[in-house]
């Protein structure tokens, strides 16, 4: 069969393998990026979905706008502000999950061959998209706080990229969160060289300590906007969506018309309902309060078993542990005997599109309880240390 050559570039799918591996009852993954099942407000979306039902029914099956429902525009319209000032229903498109929202994006802007900047390391996902687009990723280096600015302008120096794409809250994989500081900076070296900045932010509210930053699209004009009701509410209804200039919105709705002609009509009205109805807010307490203490169960457990054969970065939000195997060199070669010992976890490989061989791993604490993430990382240790 003749497939695009991307497809061949791309290699096998290695998270396809992993899904198939989870499917094993006895075990143990800390691959994925699944928030917690048993706290789906499965009853108060059942309710919402009835209640589009019999007040909506007909129109909520219907075709609906490219852009969006437009209650729901307004509505998270209504949650953002764009460089300080309050943002307009034009300057919201709903998309498929924000996974739709980077496609959109590589799909508008990228011509083959085209250079997008990235932090090191940056989301699998986004590599898939901007990869299927055919585009060039630079990493720019990155220190505790993410990209560093003065990195940045080295690199701009040598080439003009697309955009740069940076996840500030709670980085997947890294666990990373960009202060206030840090955030002014890189907006200033963006506005100055005139690059636009993808900001992609599925954390943002999974917040355990420390202070709130501003989103970079309330502190500048040259960013677009990646929400998404995926970990705050549930990843399967697929609903994100997209803040930007209006023309970009435009442009991004021109593209979606050919993917999908628009999101779930049906699904967008019901997440509309459930937000309507104020449950959004105390979901999202729970969720942090659950998430923290199995953050905390993972440190601990890394620190009991591995304590001589690790570091790590503590993260104080979302859903993700980085560490580094300190005594091995490539953390590919554990996998096999991991799967063995019925426990999972992503390579850190993954996570650079340069393909590097590096000992670090991204292991996920969300959707296991304290005595699960215990017994995953014994058997991880007895994985890594034979
Ligand atoms: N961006 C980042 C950084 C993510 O981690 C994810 C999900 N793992 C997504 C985007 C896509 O999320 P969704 O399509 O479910 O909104």
């Known amino acids: 069969m003749q497939y695009a050559s991307w497809m061949e570039e ?10 198939k591996a989870a499917q094993n009852p006895s075990m143990i993954s800390f691959a994925g990026g699944l928030p917690a099942l048993e706290l789906f407000p499965d009853q108060a979306l059942q309710r919402s979905f009835q209640h589009v039902f019999e007040e909506q029914g007909k129109p909520a099956l219907q075709y609906a706008q490219t852009a969006g429902h ?21 300057e919201i498109a709903v998309t498929t999950g924000s996974q739709q929202g980077l496609s959109l994006l590589a799909q508008t802007f990228l011509d083959p061959g085209d250079v997008v900047f990235v932090e090191t390391p940056t989301y699998i996902g986004a590599i898939q998209a901007f990869q299927s687009f055919r585009a060039q ?21 040598l080439v003009t990229p697309k955009f740069l794409y940076l996840i500030p809250n709670y980085q997947n994989p890294s666990g990373k969160v960009m202060g206030l500081e840090r955030r002014i900076e890189l907006l200033h070296v963006a506005k100055a060289h005139d690059l636009l900045v993808v900001e992609d932010n599925p954390y943002g509210e999974l ?5 709130k930053s501003p989103n970079l699209i309330e502190l500048g004009d040259n960013v677009i906007y990646l929400g998404t009701f995926s970990k705050v509410l549930s990843p399967g209804l697929r609903v994100g969506y997209v803040v930007a200039d209006p023309d970009i919105i435009n442009h991004l709705c021109q593209t979606k018309e050919g ?6 009509n049906l699904t967008q009205r019901a997440v509309l309902e459930f937000l309507k109805e104020g449950l ?3 979901h999202i307490q729970n969720l942090r309060t659950v998430y923290k203490e199995r953050r905390n169960a993972m440190v ?8 001589n054969e690790v570091e790590m970065i503590i993260p104080s939000g979302g859903l993700f542990l980085w560490a580094r195997f300190k005594k091995i060199t490539n953390s590919f070669d554990y996998v096999q005997e991991t799967i063995r010992q019925n426990v999972l976890y992503v390579p850190g490989a993954l996570f650079y599109p340069d393909g590097r061989v590096t000992s670090e791993v991204r292991l996920n604490y969300s959707c296991s309880t304290p005595e699960i993430i215990d017994e995953g990382i014994q058997r991880l240790a007895r994985a890594i240390k034979g």
């Open 207 to 211: 917040r355990f300590e420390g202070e």
């Open 10 to 19: 791309s290699g096998e799918s290695f998270i396809g393998e992993m899904l």
């Open 280 to 282: 959004l807010p105390g």
């Open 137 to 157: 990723m630079m990493m720019i280096p990155c220190d505790e706080q993410g990209v560093i600015p003065e990195e940045l302008e080295k690199k701009l120096k």
């Open 70 to 90: 437009p209650q729901l525009r307004q509505w998270l319209a209504e949650q953002h502000k764009h460089n300080g000032k309050p943002v307009k229903i034009e």
């Open 259 to 264: 993917v999908d002609l628009h999101s779930n």
């Open 300 to 307: 601990r457990a890394v620190e009991k078993y591995l304590g």
